[in-house]
């Protein structure tokens, strides 16, 4: 029994059968030439259970001797540990790749998503995800693989942060479904640092953007519902969905406030300030009067009547609610010289206002329906004129009773303790 050399596995003929060469030196392994000339390495061994395992290890065409004789000598060294590579082959073949996981995992999320980060989701597999890594079996998908799509969006990070958090969502998924085994292998790629924008309407941008909304309702530029959603962003500092799905049956008039049965963060209540009443009530009065008008044209058909009824308070130029506010807000931010403002920033521009007027950030977090303390914290910088007020008044408060040996004296709003004569 010979060593396993190249000039040894080419030198023998094929036969009628199967014939076997062993190797003296590795136990188990061996090259199996078949009837057809093909001249396979295997390993046979027995596991810690007894079972025999003969995998493959590659044809000669593929590996040379030396090449097989290593993974031989790997594979030993594993069933030694207790492993066993037949079997790890197995899993590896029969596992799904990245794109069957992202469908079942989209299945499985479903139910527990709202219908905008589901499609948001969505969109990350089959535009950033599937295209790269889509072809490859779970177990084959290294922590190189995904940092090297990472990086691909280096330029975007949040888009970056967005796909390594729905792989590693997916992967953990796989995990806990006993889809594959190990460790998920996104567990130790850092996201990259996003750069939250900051964009608040000063007093001067309010007063331009009131006057192109005052001038494209007068000029009939724009839908009359286009402009009344902007505003409504502007007073209320909802989110855009939030205020583009709006319902009458959502409007609480005799406690002045929103009660949305459903947001970003769940059930909200959205109190409202009297120039958003008026919005709204303005709003009210002209649908109740279009529709009042297109009823009575029609009293002698009750089907067309129903027709008519629509619940949404910003509504479209058919029935149901206005979809796109992105189009109309580019002319009107333009014709502002606002070019640089989005409509999230009005948002913002709502909370600046408050934390301006002195409020604090867990009122603001109210006002807008945060979950998080922390979501609030970004307004922080804001405070900077209240705070120096409050500092002020505990300043004072404690200079009063700071020593008997001192007095307190106020000038100019300024403190100062000077010490009592002898």
């Not at 199967?18 to 093909?38: A, H, N, Q, W, Y």
């Not at 060294?77 to 069957?100: I, L, M, N, Q």
């Not at 067309?304 to 609610?321: Q, S």
């Amino acid at each position: 029994m010979p060593k396993l050399t190249k000039r040894l596995v080419e030198a023998v003929e094929p036969e009628g059968k199967d014939v076997i060469l062993r190797d003296s030196e590795i136990k188990g392994f061996l090259c199996k030439i078949t009837p057809k000339g093909k001249r396979i390495y295997l390993l046979y061994y027995r596991t810690k259970a007894g079972r025999e395992r003969k995998p493959v290890i590659g044809e000669h065409d593929i590996l040379s001797c030396e090449e097989a004789r290593v993974i031989a000598q790997e594979w030993r060294a594993e069933v030694a540990r207790g492993g066993d590579p037949s079997a790890d082959k197995h899993y590896v073949k029969s596992a799904p790749t990245v794109w069957v996981l992202s469908e079942r995992y989209m299945e499985e999320r479903k139910e527990h998503l709202k219908p905008r980060s589901y499609d948001e989701i969505e969109r990350i597999w089959k535009k950033y995800i599937n295209p790269e890594i889509g072809h490859l079996k779970l177990p084959a998908v290294s922590t190189q693989d995904i940092v090297k799509l990472h990086r691909a969006h280096a330029h975007h990070p949040y888009m970056a942060n967005r796909i390594l958090e729905t792989l590693r969502s997916a992967f953990g998924h796989a995990i806990r479904a006993k889809i594959i085994r190990g460790e998920n292998p996104t567990l130790h790629i850092a996201k990259y640092k996003e750069h939250k924008r900051e964009r608040f309407l000063s007093t001067e941008e309010v007063l331009r953007l009131s006057g192109v909304l005052h001038s494209d309702e007068v000029t009939a530029t724009e839908m009359p519902s286009v402009l009344q959603a902007i505003k409504l962003l502007l007073f209320t500092g909802c989110r855009l969905n939030e205020i583009l799905t709006l319902q009458w049956p959502y409007v609480d008039f005799e406690h002045q406030c929103l009660r949305l049965p459903d947001s970003k963060t769940g059930a909200k209540t959205v109190y409202l300030c009297p120039p958003a009443r008026e919005i709204l009530s303005a709003i009210k009065r002209e649908q109740d009067e279009v529709r009042k008008a297109k009823n009575s044209a029609k009293e002698s058909d009750q089907e067309e009547m129903e027709e008519e009824k629509n619940d949404y308070v910003i509504v479209g130029r058919h029935h149901g609610h206005l979809i796109n506010l992105q189009k109309p807000w580019r002319r009107i931010r333009k014709k502002a010289g606002l070019d640089d403002l989005r409509l999230h920033d009005l948002r913002h521009s709502f909370a600046s206002v408050g934390t301006a007027s002195g409020l604090s950030l867990p009122i603001i977090g109210a006002l807008l329906g945060h979950k998080h303390a922390a979501t609030t914290q970004r307004y922080a910088h804001l405070l900077g004129d209240p705070l120096k007020e409050a500092a002020g008044i505990i300043g004072k408060r404690i200079a009063t009773s700071f020593t008997p040996r001192s007095e307190v004296i106020e000038e100019d709003n300024v403190v100062v303790l000077r010490e009592k004569a002898k």
